[in-house]
């Protein structure tokens, strides 16, 4: 019933309340984290410019508390401030969609900025969706509604296409930047050691992070189950080779492994623990994935990529169709457990990928980037 007739009155309202255009409200993950490309470029906003008022909107009371003691600007999402700040917001950020925020705030007079959360493998959006189906005309009602996005941020012409089939959008919708939470692969040597110390690793071992995503939107988790379970029968091998295992499960599957504790050579990272994958990864030695968009982040580094994916058919067919070849891009996959750990003890003397074709901009300053592209493209100014 507050749906029904709020819900309405709300979006109603803010089409006619007047907006503040320096006012830019920033969201993620249905208001229930604090990371990823929109808390990179709101901590860059907040630090560097005071011509922007940038607020963060949340639905976590533990994200509110935390940000507000380090001084920044955060309201809950349906509370009387946060709803306020919203309804007069010009700007919006956010990496999933308006649920990120109290949605009947956002209206086709919002300046919507989609940041997403990485160049995508598996297909997104309006490439997932039958045609005329009940999904395809709700999902058309949003993007004329409260998931009108003006624009969208993609790292190469690669993508360019892709995410203008996935959100049916033209290419004046485009911005073409880097993400900015690749800031976060950039980290100093003084800060490594810190993420170490935290995290209670061997500055010996060798640094393994198994990323994988999620499997139809977290109702399986079946095949990663099985490769945690194989990995812990392997904790021997992890101890003779000096190896440090480190899983961290997708935001969806969460819930699959609450059950699972760190070991000595196997450390879990659960979403809850807010702490921040990029950080992590800049500690990475090797990364681990199957169907991740993380891939092309990490491949700015340099670093190694080694692609697990037992279950590459059943996932096409039963999840989600690929964008790319995986063979193509992915090179020779692993596909058991064994394989997987004599690759990480071997080596694969991987070729390293040309990623110019995944990110254009090169630059350990992405957030910085991207926060100067939208003052020339918003408001006509350079700093």
Known sequence: M?????????????????????????????????????????????????????????????????????????????????????????????????????????????????????????????????????????????TKT????????SPS???????????????KNIIRSPYPRCDGLFLNENHKKKIIKKLALSQHNKIISYIPTHRDEGKSA???????????????????????FIFKPHFYDSHFFTNIKSSENLKVIMPNDNFDLYELLSITDIMVTDYSSIFFDFDITGKETIFHAPDLSSYISKNRDLY?????????????TRELLLRIKEGSNFEKTDDSIFNENKTNKCSEFLYKKLMVILYDKSE
């Open 146 to 153: 409260i998931d009108k996005y003006r624009y969208i941020v």
């Open 222 to 244: 079946d095949t990663i189950k099985i490769v945690i379970k194989e990995i812990l029968k392997n904790d021997a091998f992890l101890k003779e080779n000096k190896i440090t």
């Open 324 to 336: 790319f070849d995986y063979k193509d891009l992915c090179g020779n996959y692993t596909t058991n």
């Open 2 to 142: 507050l749906q029904l007739f709020f819900y309405p009155l709300i979006f109603i309202s803010s089409l006619f309340i007047p907006k503040q255009k320096y006012k830019w409200c920033f969201g993620e993950w249905f208001g229930e984290k604090f990371c990823d490309n929109s808390k990179y470029l709101f901590e860059y906003t907040k630090n560097n410019t005071n011509i922007i008022r940038p607020i963060w909107i949340t639905k976590n009371k533990d994200i509110r508390l935390e940000l507000k003691k380090n001084g920044y600007e955060v309201y809950l999402s349906t509370s009387i401030k946060g709803i306020w700040h919203q309804l007069t917001a010009k700007v919006f950020f956010s990496n999933v969609n308006s649920k990120d925020f109290f949605y009947p705030c956002i209206t086709p007079r919002s300046i919507y900025i989609q940041l997403w959360h990485g160049s995508p493998i598996k297909k997104i959006g309006f490439d997932t969706i039958k045609p005329r189906s009940v999904k395809y005309y709700i999902s058309n009602l949003r």
């Open 157 to 171: 012409r690669t993508f360019d296409a892709i995410f203008k089939s996935a959100f049916n959008l033209e290419s």
